[in-house]
């Protein structure tokens, strides 16, 4: 298990840098076009803001692996470690069950988008096709959440919060 695991995080890190690498160099192109060519290209930006969208939303299920999400422990640190242990376990619990409904969600939009046929404004792009790696981030967040539950529930993270 933890190989596959091992497999999804290296991925979805790669794919994080790509998209933000590809994103730089869409922006770039653009401003030299626009100040040194006098031309300003219609697709740059409208590509560079659905990579922005979507590195986000790869970001934010790195963020989840490791049980180093963004928090406020206030509660947690004043906590004895049994208490916190089963703190950090309904918090797993809530950003399990979180994940799974903006899963849901977005796979829902997903598809009344497909059925709209909406495409990108300046380039032949099916904008469901961004709302597919939406909801496919937010279940691997979820999956990162279950994870994170497994691993307080056998105390292998969770008492010392990771930094």
């Not at 979805?12 to 031309?39: D, G, K, P, S």
């Not at 619990?93 to 495409?119: H, K, P």
């Not at 691993?151 to 990771?162: M, V």
Request: hydrophobic share 55%; proline share 5%.
């Amino acid at each position: 298990m933890n190989r596959i695991f091992r497999y999804v995080d290296s991925a979805a890190e790669y794919l994080y840098m790509a998209m933000t690498a590809v994103m730089v160099l869409v922006i770039f192109l653009q401003v030299v076009c626009r100040y040194f060519f006098n031309h300003a290209l219609p697709w740059p930006e409208e590509v560079a803001r659905f990579l922005f969208c979507l590195s986000c939303y790869v970001a934010l299920s790195i963020s989840m692996r490791g049980d180093t999400n963004l928090r406020i422990t206030i509660l947690l640190d004043s906590l004895p470690p049994r208490p916190r242990k089963w703190l950090n376990m309904a918090c797993s619990c809530i950003n399990i069950l979180f994940f799974m409904v903006f899963s849901y969600l977005a796979q829902d939009i997903t598809w009344q988008i497909r059925d709209l046929g909406e495409t990108a404004v300046s380039i032949p792009f099916p904008t469901w096709i961004i709302w597919v790696g939406i909801a496919l981030c937010a279940a691997l967040a979820a999956l990162q959440a279950a994870r994170n539950l497994y691993l307080i529930a056998t105390d292998r993270i969770g008492q010392n919060h990771p930094a």
